[in-house]
């Protein structure tokens, strides 16, 4: 099982996802940004490494917001996705093939990654309909 950690990040009620490299395994697909936990980190560790190297950003990690787990054909991952906050930079394309702050109500308009659909599934339910995270 494969350790991955992924940032649940708002800004004016809507939600940070990014598109996967289309060279990529899932590529072009919809996910929030995050990625392995390496041998000798911790998953907050991690996820602020990954943060920077993917989108230039330090982050503040906060608690975790949901864990799923899923198998894909060639992988089955372990996720822990955090409530995150941008501590300092904005948000560029290093790694990504796009990315966006999103509404819950958006979120069918794309097509993300098949193992973030329990997320989102909690997401629509907690934050569709009342009020938003503003931070």
Known sequence: MTEVVAALIWRD???LICQRPAHKARG???EFVGGKVEPGETKE???ARECMEELGIDLAVGE????V???YPDLTVHLTLFHAAIASG????????????ISVEEIPQYDFCPA???????????YGCTGLPTA
């Open 90 to 101: 904005e948000p560029q394309l290093l790694e990504h093939n796009d990315m966006r702050f």
């Open 13 to 15: 009620g809507r939600f």
């Open 64 to 67: 975790p917001f949901m864990e």
């Open 116 to 126: 973030d659909t329990e997320i989102l599934a909690r997401l629509t339910r907690e």
């Open 69 to 71: 787990v899923h198998a």
């Open 45 to 47: 560790q991690a996820l």
């Open 28 to 30: 072009l697909l919809w």
